[in-house]
């Protein structure tokens, strides 16, 4: 028996109508849109404005694209991961009412949650539960509401993040496609530097902690810069060595969209020529655990069976890693 891996069959995504350019935020705070451009290769981000919706109907319709661009049939989807750092609400499990509303009935499903890096992780944990042999349809999403946790009166966090989701569809793959090898790390020195203080149970909700802004995301930007610029890098070396592989052997990078020197560096490391590299943070800014997904949404139709795609990502915690990928499936 050929032995199984998990390979990418389909992808969706979704984000919000409205956009938040870098010119609106000039309003906003004291910054400017060259300011912006230039630390970050941000021009604008999407934000959700529909009252009363959060991550969930992000995850909706990111998932809903998936099914109709590929005629999936929700109800033979055996599990679905929510990789978000921004759930609807505490306790009650996005990932539950995400497979109701999609009709993923006889699905079971759950929250993960390491930061930026939700999604690479949420696509090594569907990688085993396929690899197992017991689960032929996984959906993995990956969906943030950045907006709900930002001070827009803060422009060292407001003018990088933005909402957003996508989707993928792992299942079962015996050519030698799909999920190659894996390099995760984590190091708890990063809990002091990029972090929400409050909320949680160290620190529960309380009125002072409304007064002082407690509930927001607050980031050492110089110390999370540095460690992001180092660890995603090294993560895709790593995976490169331990392959056997080199930047001609890539066909395309798919970064967390954090920074685009951060982007820069971990392409430079790797040898990569520009053209190989997935980009959109110019039109999201940073969606967090939706960057990848979104990349593999707008980008799908350049891929080509076969292909080596390398992720990265490092989120708060810290959280990091690279996944090494072969693409399974021609879009045309």
């Known amino acids: ?24 935020l000039e309003t906003m705070v004291d910054t400017n849109d060259e300011w912006i451009t230039s630390r970050t290769g941000i021009k604008e981000r999407r934000i959700l404005k529909k009252e009363g919706e959060g991550t969930s109907y ?24 929510v990789a978000t750092a921004t ?53 993995l999403i990956g969906a943030d509401k950045m907006s709900s946790i930002i001070d827009y009166t803060d422009r060292t966090t407001c003018i990088i993040f933005g909402d957003g989701a996508g989707a993928v569809l792992l299942e079962p793959n015996t050519e030698g496609l799909g999920l190659q090898d894996e390099y995760l790390r984590t190091d708890g020195i990063g809990r002091e530097f990029l972090k929400i203080e409050a909320g949680g149970s ?58 685009m020197r951060i982007i820069d560096a971990t392409s430079n490391r790797m040898n990569l020529p520009e053209e190989k590299v997935l980009k959109n943070i110019h039109k999201y800014g940073n969606t967090t655990s939706a960057t990848l997904p979104l990349l593999l949404n707008d980008f799908e139709k350049q891929f080509k069976k076969g292909d080596n795609l390398i992720f990265a990502a490092f989120g708060g915690g810290f959280t990091w890693g690279s996944i090494y990928l072969k693409w399974a499936y021609n879009t045309n």
Not at 58 to 79: G, R, T, W, Y
Not at 94 to 108: L, M, P, R
Not at 248 to 254: E, F, M, N, Q, S
């Open 58 to 81: 992000l995850a909706i319709n990111a998932a809903q694209n998936l099914i109709e661009k590929a005629s999936i049939n929700p109800e033979e989807i055996d599990l679905v991961i």
């Open 1 to 24: 028996m050929s032995k199984i891996s998990a390979a990418i069959t389909a992808v969706g995504g979704y984000v919000p109508d409205f956009v938040l350019s870098n010119k609106v």
């Open 87 to 139: 759930p609807d609400m505490p306790v009650a499990s996005t990932a539950a009412y995400t497979a109701s509303k999609i009709g993923a009935v006889n699905a079971f499903s759950y929250d993960l949650q390491a930061a930026c890096s939700s999604f690479l992780y949420a696509l090594s944990t569907g990688a085993s539960y396929i690899e197992s042999g017991r689960y032929k349809k996984v959906l």
């Open 202 to 259: 160290i620190t529960p909700p309380s009125l002072e902690t409304l007064n002082n802004k407690k509930h927001f995301v607050h980031q050492d930007g110089k110390t999370v810069f540095k460690y992001a610029v180092s660890n995603m890098a090294g993560a895709c070396t790593e995976i490169l060595q331990r392959n056997n592989l080199t930047g001609d052997d890539v066909d395309w990078l798919v970064p967390h969209q954090a920074n």
